[in-house]
């Protein structure tokens, strides 16, 4: 059976390495010259930024992706663990790192934070593993047709409510830990999920988990080198990828099924089914502007958007500088209201700065850096005229680098804004997609199928299971399995990676 995967993001690659692998002849399009969807890499005045994603956790899921095309991790994608995994710098001065393992995370909380808080960091870490355990199974590496499937686990759900997973996150924290640091420093996740700690899930602590605890690792060569070798495997193992080249509409047939795409060139190419990893309000506005999206598309509750400023400077950071380096503000709840209740930029911004030449120096020039800066806005429902605020927010990055002991000559750059994300095709200016809240989580997420159009799937941010490096993994590995429950014959193939788990959907 023919299938085309639409986007070289890490979704699409995964979706291809997963379908190639089962016996499906798989043809990926592309409309950039290059793997990496939204991450593509950007060469500058000797200085190369990656501009996707820049903190790489849980790598077996592409382990997984990797072996299903026939390649091995090991081979692949050789990486190394971060450790620290991050540097936390807090508004007093002081800093806690975030260390690789229990016994040196307990003992760094011991020498900051008190004993208390390092004593309750042991039982946090098997409450966060008990966490993972009940919903990466049941509730994140899952189709959902409906609600009604979350009844199909009751004791897991059961053990989620057990668990406090429906709880919120801040409060939960904050009964763990007496240090305010600490607080921050296990809750800032839930930004990645576009909620504040404060209204976010408990649940969403398995990211927590997946960075603060299973460790941040770095791709050798970078974070480009995760699409490239996802790419790499898929084409080894049959498929046949198109880079340079747009789909303009899908070709459905009598009964409205996908029979194919059309290319910008006017090639169609057959399709027995369609992975569209394209954001989802674009992907109905190109591909599908025949059909109403479901209301959760048009007027859902989309995240917070970031400014990244990605810079290549003469000079090198202050000893102590990590791979990693997130700075708090110090009105913690006031930043949050500021960005999601009144959607205003933060009066007091917290902030991730990556500086990927301390662990690869030939990223830039002999004596200089390559720094991501990242501080979350607004998205374009927001008040910020990002026309106006480029500039000031260009210089309040600059100020604030400075202020760190970055590197501040800046040689070459590049200034994402919320306008530059709605140009590359994401929804309201933000690369983060649908808020995590409870009616977009799960179930309740826009699914991966729309049934109006049979054998067309979605991957990707958008749907499930969600935002981030490892979701979108996991994404594409469920689009693999949609399109097998609707191409019956393949998924339990001999050696296929459908049979090994007994063509479980």
Same mark, same amino acid.
């Given at each position: 059976m023919s299938v085309?995967?639409?986007?070289?993001?890490?979704?699409?690659? %995964? /979706? %291809?390495?997963?379908?190639?692998?089962?016996?499906?002849?798989?043809? !990926?399009?592309?409309? *950039?010259? /290059?793997?990496?969807?939204?991450?593509l890499r950007l060469r500058r005045d000797g200085f190369t930024f990656d501009t996707g994603p820049t903190v790489m956790t849980m790598p077996d899921l592409v382990g997984e992706a990797l072996s299903a095309a026939g390649t091995s991790l090991h081979d692949a994608l050789p990486m190394r663990l971060l450790d620290p995994a991050y540097r936390a710098r807090f508004d007093d001065g002081s800093q806690i790192m975030v260390r690789h393992g229990v016994e040196a995370m307990r003992q760094e909380i011991a020498d900051t934070c008190g004993s208390v808080d390092a004593a309750a960091f042991v039982d946090f870490v098997d409450w966060l593993r008990r966490l993972y355990r009940v919903e990466m199974p049941h509730f994140i590496d899952a189709n959902f047709d409906s609600p009604l499937d979350l009844a199909r686990s009751p004791r897991a759900a059961a053990r989620l409510v057990r668990l406090g997973g429906f709880r919120r996150l801040g409060p939960v924290i904050r009964e763990w830990f007496r240090d305010e640091r600490l607080h921050r420093l296990f809750s800032f996740q839930a930004l990645y999920a576009g909620l504040s700690p404060e209204s976010a899930l408990a649940l969403y602590a398995v990211i927590t988990y997946m960075d603060s605890i299973e460790g941040v690792w770095w791709p050798e060569g970078g974070m480009d080198a995760v699409p490239a070798a996802l790419a790499t495997a898929a084409a080894k193992a049959g498929a046949d990828l198109r880079f340079g080249e747009t789909v303009t509409r899908l070709v459905l047939d009598r009964r409205g099924a996908v029979a194919g795409v059309e290319l910008e060139s006017g090639e169609r190419l057959r399709a027995d089914a369609v992975v569209c990893t394209l954001d989802l309000p674009t992907a109905y506005e190109h591909l599908l502007p025949q059909l109403t999206s479901p209301r959760v598309v048009r007027s859902g509750t989309y995240s917070p958007s970031a400014v990244v400023w990605h810079v290549g400077a003469t000079g090198t950071p202050e000893p102590g500088t990590s791979h990693h380096n997130i700075h708090f503000g110090s009105d913690w709840d006031g930043a949050f209201r500021a960005l999601i209740d009144d959607r205003r930029l933060m009066p007091d911004p917290s902030r991730l700065v990556t500086v990927p030449t301390l662990s690869d120096p030939t990223l830039a020039p002999a004596g200089s850096s390559v720094l991501y800066v990242l501080e979350p806005v607004p998205n374009l429902d927001g008040r910020v005229d990002w026309e106006r605020e480029r500039g000031p927010m260009r210089e309040r990055l600059h100020a604030f680098?400075?202020?760190?002991?970055?590197?501040?000559?800046?040689? %070459?750059?590049?200034?994402?804004?919320?306008? @530059?994300? @709605?140009? !590359?095709?994401? *929804?309201r200016g933000t690369p983060f997609a649908l808020a995590h809240t409870f009616r977009q989580t799960g179930p309740f997420r826009p699914g991966n199928l729309d049934r109006r159009v049979p054998g067309l799937v979605f991957a990707g941010s958008g749907t499930v299971p969600g935002v981030g490096v490892p979701m979108v993994l996991v994404s594409g590995k469920l689009a693999a399995d949609r399109v097998d429950a609707y191409l019956p014959g393949r998924a339990g193939a001999p050696g296929s990676a459908g049979a090994a788990r007994g063509g479980r959907r």
């Open positions: 085309v995967v639409i986007g070289a993001g890490l979704s699409g690659l %995964a /979706a %291809a390495c997963h379908l190639v692998g089962r016996g499906h002849d798989v043809t !990926l399009v592309e409309r *950039h010259d /290059a793997p990496g969807g939204r991450g680098l400075g202020a760190n002991g970055y590197p501040t000559d800046v040689v %070459a750059e590049e200034l994402v804004t919320p306008l @530059e994300w @709605e140009r !590359l095709g994401m *929804h």
